[in-house]
């Protein structure tokens, strides 16, 4: 009897340190990790610190950086405005778009195609929003009209932004009037953010819209010209609100200006505003010209117009980036594409495919050019092999920063020998499986590079 005690004893004992020790190691584990993350920011990046100072640096051997991720030869993508669409059209056109499940369209694309989001939505006029015959109060925007105490469509914006559906803000919302009344106030920008710091709601993309009353855009005021009315960057206007944009996150701005040039060496353009502020501009491809008019081409049926093999191939074979503009949801057919839209789409997929282009959503590539043109980074060497080691984002326009993973995401350089060479981020190595070795393109150079986001092709409707 004393023995089965003892032994009860000693099994409960057992079990107790056993217990403890594996306590400490979970609270050890959790600490360390918080320590990486409070480092780097990127727990995906290993712990161990390489000592640069036992290393050789090398001056004479700078690998060049590729222009785009490799395989691919341009990038496009393509810039939704969320005009006349609603929850319902939205999630029906980007289940072919973004998805592979089957679909009216038939099988999805598996793209990485993302769209805007309004805050308020306070437009007047009677147009028809879909088949059902809803107007276009009735479009997706996180509050209720202009009330900011009335939710709307909160939890879908908030839900598509943080899976990749939306990336961009078409300015706080839709305030085109037929009366010409200006809603917009100061204080309705001050709400929102407030509202969209507490819900993770923070796009780092701007697009103006609409008509004259919609006195929240900026970045192209002219006092003779078509945007005079522009006054958010104004400190002196009722509507002035960039001091306030710009803090919350927004790096990139489309200022209204279209344009009919369908692609670019660089997307982005230094934008100063009225307030003294910098902020990136950005081109997007919004009309062609015909006889010295304009012929816009962000219609959904105009598709085929925009993405045409001598488009493509122009982004492709000339190395360019484009931003296509769209209205995916706008009209109200019982179906947003009609089949010769379907083809267009199919058509960038096979560019995609093919290894030719990278279809991208707006804001990685605007951050991918952004940090692709002022990336600093050093060489190292030891014992044979070679160390990129990233350090900083030289940006002349919003400042230096330190990158993290997701800011170097497809950064690629030409070495002799991939094999040789790996990847530091502020002198911590990158894990293996964010790193790419390529064999040689059509330079005949080889590269290593970090890999691109890896495609997402889920289902987020469900």
Not at 146 to 168: C, E, L, N, Q, R
Not at 315 to 330: A, C, E, N, R, W
Not at 396 to 419: E, N
Request: aromatic share 14%.
């Amino acid at each position: 009897m004393r023995n089965k005690t003892k032994r009860r004893i000693s099994y409960f004992l057992f079990i107790l340190v056993m217990s403890i020790v594996l306590i400490l190691l979970i609270r050890n584990h959790g600490a360390r990790n918080k320590a990486v993350s409070e480092q780097s920011s990127l727990p995906e990046i290993q712990a161990q610190q390489v000592s640069l100072a036992a290393m050789t640096p090398v001056q004479d051997q700078s690998p060049k950086v590729r222009k785009f991720p490799f395989p691919y030869e341009g990038m496009l993508a393509i810039s939704s405005d969320i005009d006349s669409t609603s929850v319902a059209e939205f999630e029906g056109y980007h289940r072919f778009l973004n998805t592979k499940e089957e679909t009216p369209y038939g099988k999805g694309l598996g793209l990485d195609i993302a769209d805007s989001a309004w805050m308020y939505n306070v437009d007047n006029y009677s147009d028809q929003l879909d088949k059902e015959g809803h107007h276009l109060d009735y479009s997706m925007s996180y509050f209720q009209g202009m009330d900011p105490k009335t939710i709307k469509d909160a939890d879908k914006i908030i839900h598509y932004f943080k899976v990749g559906w939306i990336d961009s803000l078409h300015t706080f919302g839709d305030f085109s009037r037929n009366d010409q009344q200006r809603l917009f106030t100061r204080n309705l920008a001050e709400v929102a953010w407030q509202e969209m710091k507490t819900s993770g709601f923070m796009p780092k993309v701007w697009i103006n819209h609409g008509t004259v009353t919609n006195v929240q855009n900026f970045g192209a005021y002219n006092p003779k010209g078509l945007f005079q009315y522009q006054a958010g960057d104004d400190p002196k206007s009722p509507y002035y609100h960039t001091d306030l944009t710009l803090n919350n996150g927004i790096k990139f701005v489309w200022n209204s200006i279209g344009m009919s040039q369908f692609s670019y060496e660089d997307p982005l353009y230094p934008l100063k505003l009225r307030d003294g502020k910098q902020v990136w501009g950005f081109y997007r491809y919004t009309n062609d010209e015909v006889k010295g008019k304009k012929l816009w081409t962000w219609e959904t049926h105009e598709l085929p117009r925009q993405l045409n093999k001598q488009h493509l191939d122009e982004v492709f074979q000339k190395g360019k980036y484009s931003i296509v503009t769209q209205h995916l949801g706008k009209g109200y057919d019982s179906l947003v594409f009609n089949e010769k839209d379907v083809q267009a789409l199919q058509l960038l997929k096979s560019y995609q495919d093919d290894g030719k282009i990278l279809v991208s959503r707006t804001e990685h590539l605007l951050e991918y050019a952004r940090v692709n043109h002022h990336i600093a980074y050093s060489i190292y060497q030891s014992e044979g092999k070679f160390y990129i080691n990233l350090t900083k984002i030289e940006d002349p326009v919003l400042g230096g920063s330190v990158p993290t993973l997701a800011d170097i995401r497809g950064l690629t350089f030409y070495v002799k020998d991939p094999g040789k060479y790996t990847i530091l981020l502020n002198a911590y190595p990158l894990f293996e499986q964010d790193i790419q070795r390529n064999e040689a393109d059509k330079t005949g150079s080889k590269s290593i590079g970090v890999k691109w986001f890896e495609p997402d092709y889920t289902d987020y409707t469900k």
